[in-house]
């Protein structure tokens, strides 16, 4: 489990002492925080032997509504039993705008085993860059989320039927300087305060549609960048309610717009000397066999010889899991409302070289330095819960490093890229699953990637939610049903 030293201890008791208070919280699979305020005294005293936490959590969905489908880690038949909680103490942040109370994020363990529940987010995230440390690498991240803003409070909301939110700003304006000034303050506390908080944004901006904003995170650890991505939409949440202002991250609130992304970027790094393992000079010239192996395009597409052999494993381990992944990085049925043709968002298993049509941008010189080299996953929408977003990622890509796959498709060109706005052309590349059903199914099918990957005990149970989610939405009645139909049938 966890073992504190006299030093640790002394440190965190001297940080705390003009505190009674310390709120923690854990993160569920829809990507909600799970917690509580506890008294000091109490929170000293579970440091290291954790304390229990109710497995329902783990055992409902966002509305706290039980799934139909018994599952393994919380069910009726063991009593809903308690889990082990355990405080992170490197997440230690205090929320500025809650008289900065300390807060800590919580990993869960499984009661009898003691070892991480194989359904815990950071628990999977942790399995997952503890193999990479293994290899003396570590990955690096970057998030970005798009999100919607509307003249709302979860009262008005709901008195309108959760339909025609009022938006907080006009039109369509992509990096305006004139529409934040019109909520300065709510504008400028998201970058503040998320600061202060120690969620670090590297840049902030209005996004193209009415009400839209866009954060990009500090590049950082991927167990850093999915703690500050989750806590990022908490902390717009939070400051939102408290000036009438409810955000969403909502993969596409309006059927006639461009939905939110959730974008990751990636990258590893060796761990002794910092340097980037997807940039081809920290990686050295390919073998013979590989270059024996090459398509035609390694040599005629501008941009594949800055990728290092790494790099390329990496984008081909990714593309082959994806289908199998897709429903952890578009886990909600208004997912795939925002995956449609024509509307900036990938379709297909895809990827080009600075290319935002397809699933994997990857971004390297002359757009930036060798250093910088990575590959972005266009994906996920705003609506991913990051750690397992994080981590299915990684794990699809050391996958495909361990193999030495080949990735499996051509880029995609800019030649290609506009003969499709044109309407000259379009993707023959294999079409993503356009349900949560079927993403659930590939998912849950024997021998898919992701079991190899992300382990039977988590993909059983969180193939399951996601199913349990769709059949939610099978028997529910919409208002477009009622408007069509109501009258004319």
Not at 205 to 222: C, I
Not at 244 to 249: E, L, N, S
Not at 444 to 462: M, P, Q, T
Request: proline content about 5%; some cysteine.
């Amino acid at each position: 489990m966890i073992t504190i030293s006299k030093a640790q201890l002394d440190e965190l008791t001297l940080e705390l002492q003009d505190d009674n208070r310390v709120k923690v919280a854990g993160v569920d699979l829809d990507g909600i925080l799970r917690g509580k305020i506890m008294a000091k005294s109490k929170f000293l005293s579970i440091l290291e032997s954790g304390f229990g936490f109710c497995s329902v959590v783990f055992g409902w969905d966002m509305h706290d509504k039980t799934y139909e489908e018994e599952l393994s880690v919380s069910n009726a038949a063991n009593g809903y039993r308690d889990i082990i909680a355990i405080p992170d103490l490197s997440t230690f942040r205090r929320i500025p705008w809650e008289n900065k109370i300390p807060f800590f994020l919580l990993s869960f363990y499984d009661p009898e085993t003691r070892q991480p529940l194989a359904v815990c987010p950071r628990g999977l995230l942790k399995r997952v860059t503890d193999e990479l440390a293994s290899l003396g690498w570590e990955a690096m991240c970057g998030a970005e989320f798009e999100f919607f803003n509307f003249k709302e409070t979860p009262d008005t909301l709901a008195a309108k039927g959760h339909t025609n939110p009022e938006a907080l700003t006009p039109g369509m304006f992509g990096y305006s300087l004139l529409r934040p000034a019109l909520h300065q303050d709510y504008f400028y506390d998201i970058f503040d305060q998320c600061t202060s908080f120690g969620v670090n944004i590297e840049s902030f901006h209005t996004e193209t549609g009415p009400g839209v904003y866009e954060a990009a995170l500090a590049y950082d650890s991927a167990t850093k960048m999915a703690d500050m991505a989750n806590l990022f939409k908490l902390s717009v949440k939070q400051l939102g309610l408290q000036r009438g202002i409810m955000p969403t991250f909502m993969a596409k609130p309006y059927g006639d717009q461009p939905g939110c992304s959730g974008h990751l970027h990636f990258s590893i790094r060796d761990i002794a000397t910092k340097a980037n393992l997807f940039a081809a000079s920290s990686s050295g010239n390919t073998t013979n066999a590989d270059q024996q192996d090459q398509e035609d395009w390694e040599s005629t597409v501008e941009g594949v010889k800055h990728m290092s052999p790494l790099m390329k494993h990496f984008v081909a381990g990714l593309l082959t899991a994806l289908p199998s992944i897709m429903c952890i990085l578009a886990p909600n049925i208004n997912s795939y409302k925002r995956l449609v043709e024509n509307y900036w968002a990938p379709v297909t298993i895809s990827w080009g070289i600075e290319s935002r049509v397809s699933a994997i941008r990857v971004i390297g010189p002359p757009i930036c330095d060798p250093k910088g080299t990575r590959l972005e996953m266009r994906v996920g929408g705003a609506d991913i819960n990051a750690h397992l977003a994080i981590a299915a990622c990684i794990a699809s890509g050391l996958y495909g490093i361990k193999k030495k796959l080949a990735i499996p498709v051509a880029p995609t060109t800019i030649e290609l890229e506009e003969q499709i706005a044109s309407g000259k052309a379009e993707f023959r590349a294999e079409r993503l699953p356009k349900s949560l059903k079927d993403s659930a199914l590939k998912m849950l099918k024997k021998g898919s990637v992701a079991r190899e990957v992300l382990g039977d005990a988590f993909v059983e149970h969180y193939a399951a939610t996601r199913l349990n989610e769709y059949r939610l939405w099978e028997t529910a009645v919409t208002s477009w049903e009622t408007k069509r139909y109501f009258e004319l049938v």
